[in-house]
T-cell receptor
Framework: TQLLEQSPQFLSIQEGENLTVYCNSS?????LQWYRQEPGEGPVLLVT?????EVKKLKRLTFQFGDARKDSSLHITAAQPGDTGLYLC???????????FGQGTRLTINP | GAGVSQTPSNKVTEKGKYVELRCDPI?????LYWYRQSLGQGPEFLIY????????DSGLPNDRFFAVRPEGSVSTLKIQRTERGDSAVYLC????????????FGSGTRLTVV
C-alpha cells in the first residue's frame, strides 16, 4: 500500500509548456518535502513545506501544501530540458524522523 | 567530506553471501539514515541513527539486515544470507540534527544479488 500517491507517474512534454505533479494521501503529515533525483545519484532536496496552505517558489517551480496537510503539488512554468528527472514527494508524520516517499514522477522535457 | 560518501558504488554478490555497505556522512552530522530504493519506486526507510544509537529500526525488513554506527560517524549496513529480492539501490542520508534540518543523500550502493 502506497501511503503517498504521485500522479502522473510519467510525463513527457515539450520545452516551454507548463506542468503540475500531484502528491496525495489520506494521511496527515507534519511536513512534506520534494526531491529531484538524477540517474545514478541520490535524491536532492528542493523544498520543505510545513504549514497547511503554504506556497513556496523556487525560480520556475511552485510548491503548495494542501490546507489539510494531506496533499501537495509541484507546478513548473515554462519547462526546460534541464528540468528532466525523477521528482519525489516525501512526508513526515508528527514526531517521526523517517520520511515516507511517493513512487515518483518521471519527467522528460523535450527540446 | 563535502558530501555523503557511499562505498562501494556497485556490488554484485551471489545468493546466500554476506555483504557490507558503508556510509560516510557529512562531518558533524549527528543523524544518519538508510533507505532502500527498488527499481521504479521511491526510497523506503530502513533505519535511523542519532549519534551511535539506532533511534528507529522499524524499517529493517527482517533479521538478516543489521546496521551499526559505533563511533557516531561512519555507518555500515550488513546483510546476511542475501536473497535476490534484496537487489536494490541502498541510499544513505545524513542530517545536521534531524529531519527539520533536511537530508543530504549519498549516491547510493547498487546491490545486485545473482
Amino acid at each position: 500500500t502506497q501511503l503517498l500517491e504521485q500522479s502522473p507517474q510519467f510525463l513527457s512534454i515539450q520545452e516551454g509548456e507548463n506542468l503540475t505533479v500531484y502528491c496525495n494521501s489520506s494521511s496527515v503529515f507534519s511536513s512534506l518535502q520534494w526531491y529531484r533525483q538524477e540517474p545514478g545519484e541520490g535524491p536532492v532536496l528542493l523544498v520543505t513545506v510545513v504549514t497547511g496552505g503554504e506556497v513556496k517558489k523556487l525560480k520556475r517551480l511552485t510548491f503548495q501544501f494542501g490546507d489539510a496537510r494531506k496533499d501537495s503539488s509541484l507546478h513548473i512554468t515554462a519547462a526546460q530540458p534541464g528540468d528532466t528527472g525523477l521528482y519525489l514527494c516525501a512526508g513526515a508524520k508528527q514526531g517521526a524522523q523517517k520520511l515516507v516517499f511517493g513512487q515518483g514522477t518521471r519527467l522528460t522535457i523535450n527540446p | 567530506g563535502a558530501g555523503v560518501s557511499q562505498t562501494p558504488s556497485n556490488k554484485v554478490t551471489e545468493k546466500g553471501k554476506y555483504v557490507e555497505l558503508r556510509c560516510d556522512p557529512i562531518s558533524g552530522h549527528t543523524a544518519l539514515y538508510w533507505y532502500r530504493q527498488s527499481l521504479g519506486q521511491g526510497p523506503e526507510f530502513l533505519i535511523y541513527f542519532q549519534g551511535t544509537g539506532a533511534a528507529d529500526d522499524s524499517g529493517l525488513p527482517n533479521d538478516r539486515f543489521f546496521a551499526v554506527r559505533p563511533e557516531g560517524s561512519v555507518s555500515t549496513l550488513k546483510i546476511q544470507r542475501t536473497e535476490r529480492g534484496d537487489s536494490a539501490v541502498y541510499l544513505c542520508a545524513s542530517s545536521l540534527g534531524g529531519l527539520d534540518y533536511g537530508y543530504t543523500f549519498g549516491s547510493g550502493t547498487r546491490l545486485t544479488v545473482v
